[in-house]
């Protein structure tokens, strides 16, 4: 006869998960942390996130709703796919609200800290993995970006995503992590094309490492899997929708400068934007050990990419939320410089070293904090101009003409039809009374004689010079009577007045 | 002469040619290390000058603006002359005091002040061109300027001001150098080559200063603005960075690793390059300096930058997370990132602090300011010292056993029964000891001072000893106190040499292992000397329980962190010296009371020293607060006495051969002591600011307040309380601030230099004066109370009336006494009945610490008490019954019955209708009244007016306080009928519909009065108005009321013209009633005729309960009639429901008399008329409740018998009899209204006023 004993499985006691949850008690605390800062910034919708999150409303209801189709060809302006980030947001907005499309870019914004925490613990370790989390997770653009409903969050999570994947792909035994990591590339270009940018390098990781772990053949493989599968995606991507390509070309390759500065002016909002991680990067990479030179240059000139492109393209808008792109990649270099400086020596206690990589990480974040409040209230805080509109508003009937219309439009959704809103980008008015159509300053000024809009609400801001050219037949009181004067103080302009003007009549 | 190659290389010379070749301008950009070693501590010493006059500039360029009110440029030339005196005194003394000097002083000022002039021109050009053109900040752009005349300043005065001959003949040598150089680079003219230099670098600080103004015009982020300040102003530019610079290589490149790398033969290359491999060879000490530098940067960053509260959390966050525990308990874990959170919070608070000091009262701002910086200063020391460090390693090079070891016991009086414990103590530690080490030599030594002292029993000493067996030494020449007691005794037994002594005070009893734990340290021969722990026994004492607890945060908590960086000092007492140590010295000093402490500092120098925690010697406590207050008395006089005479060693670079970390442990005690001015000041400026509002913080409010102060205070707290957790107890912060008198009054003693007698603290009770010592106390805690009563009610929930209260309340508990906390009164309040009943407490060794019961009791009762009422009122609400939803009620017209009403201003809202009931026996069913939206409904009111039978009408505007027309006043639009349907005031709307339903009575409830017209707040013709508003906004409202449950609101629609508001009005089942007003001024020609309006209405409304309002002042005559008239219409028509008299002139200004006049009871005839009125409808009334009544006699009032509620009859509805002329009355009723208008101040408002209007109003 013969006994058999059955051992028992092991349970998953609390004991058991313990020194686990020790081990990653420092990323859980960094990333409350990155979670109480990101919060803590408050300010109405962005330009950006109310003209997202609207169309992707419209997205949302138009797929799961029975809806209409969306009003706009958004797919040609738009610097990411509209299926992806703003029909996620959007559905979120309909459950919850901004604070819900925002909380899936802080969601996103942390899946990037663990990433970098991963991505640093495979390549120099632990310590520096924590270091590495710690100084991308108090950037100011990442504490920033956690709080902005628009693509860049989650375009940098699937990049983060990428790259561990890549790690894994380039030691795994098969080659099949490969085509994950096309998915994941094409995901996070998809959602913001200038994600893009950042496929190269990442294929470059896992060529050189597929190389150190399998050889050359295996790099080629699955360099060219992850390759393929990529272009596979695009081209089906195209064939679904050719305007995407016209959205790209329009947004990012072929970009004209919006707010155009001089390449020394982006050179140093470059430095200081991140200059300090690039810093810490370059020692970083100055005395790796760990890992392969190569590879540590990869990650160092891809942490460059984002500032070198908007150098060179000369263009200032969106440089403090694309720079966190290159922080990513340059946070695990950065982590193991900080790492190395924080280390103990054998056989002293905890001492100036320590103290000074904390000194050195307090200063950061106390930057990053007041850079991301700073950031967070480039752009005015609408709440009082929305509520003064509410104060006027006849949903269905009115037609109001704001400088920047996706922001009231968006607050105001729940009584008005997106018809109603126009602003000073384009506007087309048939006045002429043989059907000829006008266009640009012309057609504003025809309409305001015709006393064609209910309310006209000028700022003086970006759009300073056609607000001017048009504002006689605003003041000069024959069809419009300014109702209320709504000031803000701070934006990235100095602060400013809402001039709200009703039409005469009240009709 | 140097001598060259073809190639220009050189072949021979001296280095000062190379470098001349190198660099243009010597004075201006030295660049070698040999130039560095010349000139870098000058140009760092000149950084420095530099720096204290940016203070002085920036800090007389603030006063003469701000508070002289000076032209800012003007100010800038007078800042910059004060700033150039103050920095040629301090560069003529100090920077340039090591020249040779060829000129006279006064000649040197001139100069000096000549040169500086051209660049005050410089300075104020920056300051203008920053200000003026590129809108920088006056005060950051004065820092450019100063920087940029700095430059010109070095340049310029090295030559000519503090030029010495040598640097002169040198100067020769040098030119004669650069011309040969020159000859080799093929450049003839050294002139050439210098203009050459001067122009590259002004090019170099032009785009300096550009991108610098850049920056602080781009405004790329408030950081770089602080960087810049900090560039410019810290280090002022470029000089200051040159000495920053310098201070860097020095720090990086060891001196002597500078010395060894450089050759000056060497080509400069090749010195770089060993300098880098020294540098990379020496990586880990270099790692360590910049460790250091980046810990001085970030503490600069946190100065400047002031970040908010968020700094702390992420310190410690951080700190948690980056933290690696290999090496450390999880105590010494916790403890370093505790230091860290207060290091930074405190940092912050203070430089926070510092910039909201109220300057227009700095007599009391800046010694609280004062004070706090000392207390901060403490706090960051006390975490210093806590920092885990490396316990320190004995070098054990020589058996210590084989030294003599003599036990001196000094004593002056304190007789033999104190004596006779601590000797036999002693016997009995010296017999363990010899046990373990038969070779050993111990002897004890009585110091006897009592001859000298001339204490009678002095010759119980001896014999004593006799009787013990030990030695006994009595001086007859004094001198010296206790350190001369010693001295005199080591002497005379040969206590020197290789020798060992110890020292115990007269009641101190050493445990029988002393000797086995203190001396094996002194193998180590650089240990100078172990010192133990100062723990009391006779615990039962309370004044010498609580000083235990005072000792124990020092002994217990504190000594062994100085012990770690070897500046654990001479306690006096349970130590163990090396005799040769001390001849050093020349003995213990004895001019100082506190001989032990100025004897450390000596051997500090060159010799290191243990300190042993364990209790290996208990004694005697103070046994009553007058003794205790003497020791700290004495313990103060003579540590800050050391402060005054050893100052220069403690606090002078370079002086004395002390450690940084001795240095901070010293200065730190020595200074201690000053917390007795602190404390006074602490209790003094917030009763100040309560008595008379003069605050010491300016320019913040209390969260801002909060946010900075919150985390330093907290931080602090929890870190003293983790670290001194069963250590120390509040007892012992008591009695630590409780002798704030005694350590202030030993401040002039000090200060003057005055010598003070050793004064031993007294073994036993003195006479009972514990009043007399609390007599500072008493005063303090009478003016907290002073402070706290008039105060608060002076400055009541103001922000620092709410932390000074704070303040004061816990200044109170320390001194006074509480349940819980024991303050300083109710020591006092112990230790006199300890006094009356002196001799009955026995003597323990108890040296454990206590937590008081008294403090457990109270702790625990508030936290009992709160969690009841926490628990308990949840519990209540929970469970507490709910109530059932209110019975609808929508007015219904009962047969006959009208009720008679009043609608009343709100200052005679309670009292008028008492009037009106007492003069004409009247009751009324309906009161009416207005408010606003903002209002809450009146609950008090409406259930006064149950209680009579009467049912609450209320109108309600949206209106707010403030509707000051134009387009600044956003408030204004919110009364607009839009603002209504877009949801804005949906909350207050829910609000009020949630207070009427829990009124649970019927309530009348109108809002949109009178909308049809301009005259109405929320109108549909004006302002943007349409008349399609108007329904919407009633549904809106109602929807809302609805969903709210509150169905006892019955909604009364009241435009001005009822009948003909089919434009306006909403659907009829979205009213109950409707309300047709008649206000009729006096000078109106016509007043319109009652019967055919109210035709006109009950044709419209055919169905529907009316409501109908009077109100008239005119001629008695003519108002009477028109009052007849409107009884005749009322009970004519069979649909009215109510007849309301609106009291009270429309006038929003209106006068008692004009009130009066509008009054039903302004004349007989008008009353008559009106109480007429009332007869018919009674009579009508009288007879339909008769009729209906099934049993009694209905009470002959006016008013609802029958409620609605109840009785929901069918409604007999007189039809209507035919179109009158409608339109015509309408203009003229409007006309009229409108022509009163016109005098009016507020023409949007009709007869209904708010509270707050009539408030104000009736304020008028």
């Known amino acids: ?507 | 002469m140097p001598q060259f190659d073809d190639q220009g290389e050189r072949l021979t010379g001296d280095v000062e040619d190379l470098r001349v070749s190198l660099v243009p301008s010597r004075a201006i950009v030295p660049t070698t290390p040999r130039m560095w070693e010349s000139h870098s501590s000058r140009i760092l010493r000149f950084g420095l000058v530099g720096v204290s006059g940016v203070v002085v500039n920036t800090g007389a360029l603030y006063v003469l603006t701000n508070f002289g009110h000076l032209f800012y440029l003007l100010a800038a030339i007078i800042a910059t002359e004060v700033a150039i005196v103050t920095n040629f005194i301090l560069n003529d003394r100090w920077t340039f005091g090591d020249t040779h000097r060829h000129v006279a002083w006064a000649q040197r000022f001139v100069r000096y002040n000549a040169i500086c002039v051209v660049g005050m021109g410089i300075s104020v050009g920056v300051l203008a061109l920053l200000t003026s053109v590129f809108g920088v900040y006056y005060l950051v752009a004065n820092l450019f300027a100063i920087a940029a005349a700095t430059v010109w300043n070095y340049a310029i005065n090295t030559r000519f001001t503090w030029i010495d001959r040598a640097v002169a003949s040198a100067d020769r040598g040098v030119r004669e150098g650069l011309r040969g150089r020159l000859k080799a680079w093929h450049v003839t003219s050294p002139v050439v080559a210098r203009c050459t230099a001067v122009a590259l670098i002004g090019v170099l600080l032009g785009a300096v200063f550009l991108s610098l103004a850049w920056i602080l015009t781009a405004n790329p982020g408030t950081w770089t603005v602080h960087a810049a300040v900090f560039l410019a102003g810290a280090h002022d530019t470029p000089t200051g960075i040159a000495a920053g610079t310098a201070v860097l290589w020095r720090h990086i490149v060891q001196p002597d690793t500078a010395r060894k790398t450089h050759n000056e033969d060497e080509p400069l290359f090749v010195a770089l390059r060993r300098f880098v491999e020294a540098t990379y060879a020496a990586r880990a000490k270099v790692a360590s300096q910049i460790a250091r530098v980046v810990i001085i940067g970030a503490v600069l960053w946190i100065i400047l930058a002031q970040p908010n509260a968020w700094v702390a959390l992420g310190t410690l966050i951080l700190g948690v997370a980056l933290i690696t525990p290999a090496h450390l308990s999880r105590r010494q874990t916790v403890t370093v990132l505790l230091a860290a959170v207060v290091g930074v919070s405190s940092v912050n608070y203070l430089t926070w602090r510092l910039g909201v000091i109220n300057w227009s009262s700095w007599w009391i701002a800046v010694p609280l300011f004062l004070a706090e910086l000392l207390g901060g200063l403490h706090t960051l020391g006390f975490q210093y010292t806590l920092w885990p460090r490396r316990a320190p390693e004995i070098d054990a090079q020589e058996d210590p056993t084989l030294r003599p070891i003599f036990v001196f016991v000094p004593t002056v009086n304190e007789g033999a029964a104190i004596l006779d414990p601590t000797i036999r103590a002693a016997l009995a530690a010296r017999k363990k000891y010899l046990e373990a080490h038969p070779h050993g030599h111990v002897e004890i030594v009585i110091c006897n001072d009592g001859f000298v002292a001339n204490y009678p029993q002095w010759r119980e000493a001896e014999t004593l000893a006799q009787e013990l067996g030990v030695t006994c030494v009595t001086r007859t020449i004094g001198g010296g106190a206790k350190a001369g007691n010693i001295e005199s005794a080591r002497h005379f037994v040969g206590a020197t040499g290789d020798a060992l002594m110890v020292i115990f005070d007269a009641d101190q009893i050493a445990r029988d292992n002393f000797l086995l734990e203190t001396v094996p340290p002194f193998a180590d021969p650089t240990i100078a000397w172990v010192q133990t722990g100062q723990y009391y026994s006779n615990l039962d004492n309370p004044v010498a329980r609580w000083a235990n607890d005072q000792q124990a945060i020092f002994y217990r908590v504190l000594c062994p962190g100085k012990a770690a960086v070897n500046a654990a000092f001479i306690c006096g007492t349970n130590v163990v010296l090396r005799a040769a140590a001390l001849d050093e010295i020349g003995g213990l000093p004895q001019d100082s009371v506190t001989e032990d402490f100025a004897a450390s500092i000596n051997l500090h120098e060159r010799w290191r020293s243990i300190y042993l925690p364990d209790v290996l010697a208990t004694g005697l406590g103070p046994m009553d607060l007058r003794s205790y207050f003497r020791q700290q008395g004495r313990w103060a006089t003579g540590t800050l006495g050391v402060l005054r005479s050893h100052w220069q060693r403690i606090f002078m670079p370079g002086r004395g051969g002390l450690t940084f970390n001795q240095r901070v442990q010293y200065a730190l005690a020595c200074t201690h002591y000053l917390s007795g001015v602190r404390d006074l000041i602490y209790i003094i400026a917030p009763v100040v600011f309560l008595l008379t509002g003069i605050t010491s913080v300016r320019g913040s409010n209390l969260p801002t307040f909060l946010q900075y102060f919150l985390p330093y205070w907290l931080a602090s707290q929890v870190a003293f309380w983790y670290v001194a957790w069963g250590k120390a107890s509040l007892r012992g912060i008591v009695i630590g601030f409780g002798s704030f008198p005694v350590l202030i009054s030993c401040l002039p003693t000090v200060i003057l230099g005055r010598k003070v007698g050793f004064a031993v603290t007294s073994k036993r009770r003195e006479n009972d004066q514990t009043w007399r010592a609390l007599l500072p106390h008493i005063v303090a805690m009478a003016a907290c109370v002073i402070g706290v009563v008039f105060g608060f009610a002076l400055h009541a929930g103001r922000g620092p009336a709410i932390v000074s209260t704070l303040w004061v309340a816990y200044t109170m508990i320390l001194l006074g006494s509480t349940i819980a906390l024991g303050g300083m009164l109710w020591l006092g309040l112990r230790d006199w009945r300890v006094g009356r009943g002196a001799g009955r407490a026995p003597r323990t060794a108890r040296p454990q610490i206590r937590t008081s019961l008294a403090s457990r009791v109270g702790f625990g009762a508030v936290a009992a008490l709160l969690i009841v009422t926490i628990v308990g009122t949840s519990t209540i609400q929970a469970f507490a019954p709910r109530t059932p939803p209110p019975v609808a009620f929508a007015p219904r017209q009962e047969t006959g019955v009208a009720n008679l009403g009043l609608t009343l201003p709100t200052s005679s809202l309670r009292t008028k209708p008492a009037t009106l009931a007492q003069d004409y026996g009247l009751t009324f069913g309906i009161i009416g009244r207005t408010q606003t939206i903002g209002d809450t409904f009146d609950r008090a009111w409406a259930d006064g007016l149950s209680s009579t039978g009467t049912r609450p009408w209320v109108t309600l505007e949206f209106d707010t306080a403030d509707t000051a027309a134009g387009p600044e006043n956003l408030a204004a639009l919110e009364s607009s009928l839009p603002s209504i349907y877009n949801g804005l005031h949906d909350e207050a709307l829910r609000r009020w519909a949630r207070e009427m339903r829990d009124y649970r009575q019927p309530v009348y409830f109108t809002m949109l009065l009178h909308m049809d017209r301009d005259w109405s707040v929320s109108s549909a013709v004006t302002r943007g108005g349409i008349p399609q508003d108007s329904a919407r906004a009633w549904q809106h409202a109602r929807a809302i009321f609805r969903s709210e449950g509150a169905t006892n609101v019955a909604w009364v629609w009241a435009p001005a013209d009822p009948a003909h508001d089919q434009e306006y009005a909403p659907p009829p089942d979205a009213i109950d009633a409707v309300l047709r007003s008649f206000i009729n001024f006096p000078d109106d020609r016509e007043w319109p005729d009652p019967m055919p309006a109210l035709r006109e209405v009950t044709t419209r409304y055919p169905d529907m309960p009316l409501l109908v309002e009077v109100s008239a002042a005119g001629t008695p005559e003519r108002k009477s009639a028109w009052l007849r008239q409107v009884g005749a219409a009322v009970t004519t028509l069979r649909n009215t429901y109510a007849v309301l008299y609106k009291e009270g002139s429309p006038s929003l200004h209106a006068t008692e008399a004009e009130d009066a006049a509008w009054s039903f009871t302004s004349d007989a005839l008008s009353t008559q008329a009106t109480l007429d009125l009332v007869s018919l409808l009674q009579r009508s009334m009288k007879r339909e409740v008769v009729s209906r009544s099934p049993v009694g006699t209905p009470t002959p009032t006016i008013g609802p018998l029958h409620s609605p509620m109840q009785t929901a009859l069918p409604a007999r509805m007189e039809q209507p009899r035919g179109k009158a002329n409608g339109s015509r009355r309408r203009r003229r009723n409007v006309r009229s209204y409108r022509v009163r208008r016109r005098d009016r101040s507020r023409p949007t408002r009709a007869f209904g006023c708010s509270q707050a209007t009539m408030a104000q109003t009736e304020g008028q």
Not at chain 1, 17 to 43: D, F, M
Not at chain 1, 58 to 66: C, H, I, L, T
Not at chain 1, 357 to 369: D, N, R, W
Not at chain 1, 466 to 491: F, Q, S, W
Request: glycine fraction near 8%; aromatic fraction near 12%.
């Open chain 1, 1 to 507: 006869m013969t006994t058999i004993s059955v051992r028992a499985p092991r349970r998953r006691t609390f004991a058991v998960a313990l020194p686990r949850l020790r081990r990653i008690a420092p990323l859980l605390l960094i990333l409350a942390l990155q979670s109480a800062v990101s919060l803590s910034l408050r300010n109405t919708a962005y330009q950006d996130e109310a003209l997202y999150l609207f169309a992707g409303r419209q997205y949302f209801d138009y797929y799961f709703r029975g809806g209409p189709p969306p009003t706009e060809f958004y797919a040609t302006y738009f610097s990411g796919l509209p299926q992806i980030y703003p029909l996620l947001a959007g559905a979120l907005d309909v459950f919850g609200g901004l604070e819900a499309a925002r909380f899936l870019n802080l969601a996103s914004m942390l899946i990037a800290t663990i990433s970098v925490y991963f991505v640093a613990k495979s390549l120099f370790g632990r310590p520096s993995a924590v270091a590495a989390a710690a100084l991308f997770s108090i950037q100011g653009s990442v504490l920033f970006l956690g709080r902005l409903a628009t693509y860049d969050a989650l375009s940098i999570a699937f990049v983060g995503l990428a790259t561990l994947l890549c790690l894994r792909a380039s030691t795994s035994r098969t080659p099949l992590p490969a085509l994950a990591l096309g998915v994941m590339l094409m995901a996070a270009a998809a959602t913001k094309y200038v994600g893009l940018l950042f496929a190269p390098s990442i294929l470059a990781i896992l060529a050189i490492r597929t190389w150190q772990y399998h050889g050359r053949r295996q790099a080629i493989q699955r360099t060219g899997l992850a390759i393929c599968t990529m272009v596979a995606l695009v081209g089906g991507l195209l064939a679904v929708d050719p305007s995407l390509l016209a959205g790209l070309a329009f947004t990012t390759t072929q970009r004209v400068a919006f707010l155009s500065l001089s390449r020394p002016e982006l050179f140093v909002r470059a430095v200081l934007l991140c200059g300090p991680l690039v810093v810490l990067g370059a020692i970083g990479l100055l005395i790796n050990r760990t890992t392969s030179l190569l590879l540590a240059l990869v990650l160092f000139g891809s942490s460059l990419l984002p500032s070198a492109y908007h150098i060179y393209s000369t263009e200032a808008v969106s440089m403090e939320k694309h720079v966190a792109f290159g922080m990513l990649f340059a946070a695990p270099l950065a982590g193991n410089a900080l790492a190395r400086l924080m280390a103990e020596q054998r056989g002293r206690f905890i001492g100036m070293r320590w103290l000074a990589g904390l000194a050195i990480c307090v200063v950061l974040f106390g930057t990053g904090v007041e850079r991301a409040h700073t950031f967070m209230t480039n752009w005015p805080d609408n709440s009082t101009l929305v509520h003064v509109l509410r104060t006027q508003m006849r949903g269905g009937v009115s037609r109001i003409l704001v400088e920047e219309s996706e922001v009231p439009r968006y607050y105001m959704q729940d009584m008005t039809y997106y018809w109603e809103w126009f602003n000073l980008y384009f506007f087309e008015y048939r006045d002429d009374p043989k059907g000829r159509g006008l266009h640009g300053v012309e057609a504003y000024k025809a309409a305001i004689d015709d006393g064609y809009f209910d309310l006209i609400v000028l700022r003086y801001g970006f759009s300073k010079k056609i607000a001017e050219e048009i504002d006689g037949g605003v003041r000069d009181g024959t069809h419009y009577e300014l109702v209320a004067k709504v000031p803000y103080t701070t934006t990235s302009f100095g602060p400013g007045t809402y001039y709200v003007y009703r039409k005469r009549g009240g009709t």
